[in-house]
């Protein structure tokens, strides 16, 4: 089922995609929108950034503290660059049901209601 139907199956994706959902429904929405073109994208970088964002979501049970980040990729120019040293990271277990299957599936029901539901603003070309 397309992207775009009310009737799309998350965990399909997460099959189709080997694991990875969100950043491939990430990368086709960019990409659907024309927004890799229209802000000069980097692909690699957005690749690099949605799967790190995707990262994020892992849940490997109670007591996992999830990713560190040190750095930033700019999605624009394609760098990665050091925050200072700053990290970030989850010092509490997660909710195991907000993976990156359901963040998906958020991403997804967003995405149909704003561009099938008519919920696009006139003033958003």
């Not at 929405?29 to 979501?57: K, M, P, T, W």
């Not at 029901?109 to 958003?124: E, I, K």
Request: net charge negative; with cysteine.
């Amino acid at each position: 089922v397309a992207a775009g139907s009310f009737e799309f199956d998350a965990w399909a994706l997460a099959e189709a995609s080997l694991g990875n959902p969100l950043s491939a429904l990430g990368y086709w929405v960019f990409h659907d929108c024309g927004l890799i073109a229209q802000f000069n994208i980097d692909a690699r970088s957005l690749v690099r950034f949605l799967r790190e964002l995707e990262a994020g979501y892992a849940y490997k049970g109670p007591g996992d503290p999830g990713p560190s980040w040190s750095g930033a990729v700019d999605i624009m120019s394609g760098t990665t660059s050091v925050s200072g040293g700053c990290q970030h990271t989850h010092a509490a277990p997660r909710n195991p049901y907000h993976n990156s299957t359901h963040a998906a599936d958020v991403l997804q029901s967003v995405y149909a209601l704003t561009t099938r539901g008519g919920l696009t603003p006139a003033y958003a070309d």
